[in-house]
């Protein structure tokens, strides 16, 4: 990921949602779910309560 690299997560975990959002439009909730995962675990060492609002979030795509 080239925005991880770059020391830029923030911005990194905000696109990853915004694609998640498009999975589910497009009717792939499997997809969008296993990208939130991907975001928490990438956002995780620096903001675990975003982290944990992303594990969530990717839960009740699968719900």
């Known amino acids: 990921m080239m925005l991880k690299d770059m020391?830029?997560?923030?911005?990194a975990v905000?696109?990853?949602e915004k694609a998640s959002v498009m999975?589910?439009?497009?009717g792939t909730s499997g997809t969008?779910?296993?990208?939130?995962?991907?975001a928490g675990k990438l956002?995780?060492?620096v903001d675990l309560e975003k982290a944990?609002?992303?594990?969530?979030?990717?839960?009740?795509v699968f719900e």
């Open 7 to 11: 020391k830029r997560l923030p911005e």
């Open 43 to 45: 956002i995780e060492p």
């Open 23 to 26: 999975y589910v439009e497009n």
């Open 14 to 16: 905000e696109l990853i």
């Open 52 to 60: 944990v609002d992303l594990y969530q979030k990717a839960a009740s």
């Open 32 to 38: 969008a779910g296993i990208a939130l995962d991907r």
